[in-house]
């Protein structure tokens, strides 16, 4: 019996990795949330088993998330503000809900002597990057958004307790993930555009930024892949497919799949917005060098991503 | 006239640093420090001159920091807790006092549209860099202590504050600063216990651990010189001599300039204490190229060291 902790536990990712876990009855899985970006629909078979439980908290709120710890063996550590773009809105948010948050978790971890954590950083990490695609070991890079800031910071506490403390990490830089339950991110933006005007879209930047994506299970499988091989006390994989495609390609693949033909408008420039990235390919030869491989390329991952929109358009109602 | 703010203003640098600035009447020096390990001693002749203020507050309140910020043109942010020995018998204390007091800096300077900030980064941000010397473009680093991951998660949000609000900063990665107003670290310690007991001095490690070490006057020069040469939004520079010593070279110095020839005696192990980096060489290139050389070497820096505490015993008195 293994007593897995998800935070962010019925968010996008973390929910997924629950319903994973829960299919092994000697898994035992608690979710801790406070439904900032979680959604209930997404737990909802979860709930119905004996071997899960959800608590609703907030990992600044220390005592809420040293309770949940108690007795728990490995951590999966997925809450976070995933809000890349508007972090120069509200600048202190991505410290306080990715770092100080991250913290609280290592620090809940020491005390009630859990030793194991995933963690999702993220490839904005290595801000511009020189070497493309990115490996690992990539210059130390200059950071160019409070988001990718955020996530570099819970890195480094987390090798930081696994020296200090005895915990084994494994820490994944991400590029953006696809598929069931994906609830943020441009695939959701266009498909709500298209929704409300189906003759155009309109597109940050000049349409040309090129972006990596993967799809949920891959990732999933990839994460699985690499707690089995642990090797060291600090793990780190990027994760992405071994492609890219431009956001152009992207809003094509979207609007066939939605049977539109909108023009497309474009805002300008070689980025999004301030921070945006123009080139984001992460090289994933350690991730595959542990037999891992995703199943599904970036198109497929659009199109599937699509496809569970159309059959969750509740996702698309704004947030009560 | 420029107004400057200079946090941790009654410290080892801080205090340094706005000396050097009173120099130039035409500047005005508003010094802020909790006095932690800040020291009236330091400031006495700066509290003198009419263009100099002392704010004694706390960098974890907002408030009095944006206070302190109303109309300053330029940041020197040296407060930080530089204890990297004990940081993981009070994890938090990193995390506090040094990336969320830089934040509450950063956003304070936001605020009061304060743009120029030159920060202390540290060697250890490198871990156990693989590369020696290890240059600023070294490859992304595993953290090894609470307060080398604090560091880089200081810069990191610096550079986000960069790009995100048009900041400039010069970062620098100091190793560990000798010489005049010198209160901490391993000259310190040396001294204090061969006060106690001349005939025997205790060694963390096997004494083989190899530092380097720069002198406080060379190190403000190099500051002035990066500020001078403007280059970039983010300036990151090593500061260090291009050399190192053993821990028993440095002892053997210390003991010579007391006049004492004390039995070393090693707790064994190559390294002092847990994160503790049995290497640390930084490659100063960078810096040097802009026409800068340390004009002391490491020994004439370990003397001054000793001939300081010598003249200022009362350092070495128990704060009250």
Redesign the interface.
Known sequence: MTRYLITGGAGYIGSSVADRLLQDANNEVIAFDNFSTGRREFIEDALKKPNYKLIEGDLLDTAAIDKAMEGIDFVFHFAANADIRR??EH??KD?EQN??AT?NV??AM?RNKAREIVFSSTGPIY?EAQIIPTP???????????Y???K??C???I???C???GFTSYIFRFVSILGERYQHGHVYDFYKQLMETPERLYILGNGKQRKSYLYIQDCIDAIFTAVEHKENK?N?YNLGTPEYCEVTDSATWISEEMGLNPKFEFSGGDRGW??DNPFIFLDTKKIQSLGWKPKLTIKEAVVQTVKYLKENEWLLEDRK
Chains 1, 2 share one sequence.
């Open positions: 972090g120069c600048p202190r410290l770092t100080i913290f290592l620090d020491r801000g690992e070991d990539a210059p130390l890079p200059i950071q160019t958004s409070l990718g800031a955020s570099l910071a890195e480094g506490l090798e930081a307790f020296e200090g403390f600090v780190i301030v921070g």
